[in-house]
Structures are given as structure tokens and as C-alpha cells.
């Protein structure tokens, strides 16, 4: 997200997929794997991250997947991915675990859930007033929360 002007720049006919999660989520997710970081840099790195998402959104066509609905919902969303891309859809782009595959730290999880093979179902969404005042605006922005008035 944060070279998507870059990518358009090089790809022009580039295909965008804005893949949301809820942003509490996301810190929760950061921090099991960063424990070193303060709350507060955890909380300014996944906004600085949403920040971008939701410029790329802005500026770009795209489809919109929402992890929540991927993981509960594999088969149904992936159909929708390869209808965006003008791919046929195959039962195979579900069974992931059948290939060796080394992940590598960076941006998402790379822990047991993904190692297992398996889509896993989503986590239980955080309530509204576990939300950090850091994150309100872009859950709400992402459907997370109510659109604040005004």
C-alpha cells in the first residue's frame, strides 16, 4: 500500500485487491508477534498502514475483501477474487496446505494458522468499546463501527 502509486506507474492496467481487517484486529495480530513494541507504536504503525490502504482505496479501482468475510467464507470470496481478475475459479485454490511453503516475517501472520494448511475461521470481531480512539475513525471508515456524525 504504501507504493501503490509506484505500482500504477510501472503497471498501468494493474489490478487492485484491498484486503481489510478489522483495525483493532490487525494491532492485536502486530503485537502477538512484536511484543517489544509500546502500545503506542503498535497503534501509529497500523494507522500509518491503514492511512495508506485508504488512499490506494481512494485514488484506485479495486475489489474490497474483508479478511473476516475470507476466512469465513473461503470458497465464496475467492469465487468473487477470480470473477474480478477474469479467472475461472477452482477448488484447488483452497487446499493451499498440500504445497511446502516457507513464509517469511513481514506483513501479516505467518504463525500456526496459516502453517496449518487450512483456512481458519475468523476471531470473534472486537466490541466498539474496545476500540482505541487511535483506530475510530478508520474502523468506522471500514464498516467496523457506525460513520460518526457530521
Not at 505500482?7 to 512484536?34: N, Q
Request: proline share 8%; net charge negative.
Amino acid at each position: 500500500v504504501f507504493i501503490a502509486d509506484e505500482i500504477r506507474a510501472c503497471w498501468p492496467d494493474a489490478r487492485f485487491i484491498f484486503l481489510l481487517r478489522h483495525p483493532l484486529a490487525i494491532a492485536r495480530s502486530r503485537h502477538a508477534v512484536r511484543p517489544q513494541d509500546s502500545d503506542q507504536r503498535n497503534l501509529e504503525l497500523v494507522l500509518r498502514y491503514a492511512t495508506a490502504l485508504e488512499h490506494a482505496r481512494a485514488a484506485y479501482a479495486g475489489h474490497t475483501v474483508r479478511y473476516e468475510d475470507l476466512a469465513a467464507d473461503p470458497e465464496g470470496e475467492t469465487r468473487s477474487l477470480c470473477a474480478f481478475l477474469g479467472l475461472e475459479w477452482e477448488p484447488r485454490m483452497l487446499d493451499y496446505g498440500q504445497t511446502e511453503r516457507r513464509f517469511k516475517v513481514g506483513l501479516g501472520d505467518w504463525n500456526d494458522k496459516i502453517r496449518s494448511g487450512a483456512v481458519q475461521p475468523p476471531d470473534p470481531l472486537p466490541s466498539a468499546d474496545e476500540i482505541p480512539e487511535a483506530l475510530r475513525a478508520i474502523s468506522a471508515a471500514w464498516g467496523y463501527l457506525p460513520q460518526p456524525d457530521g
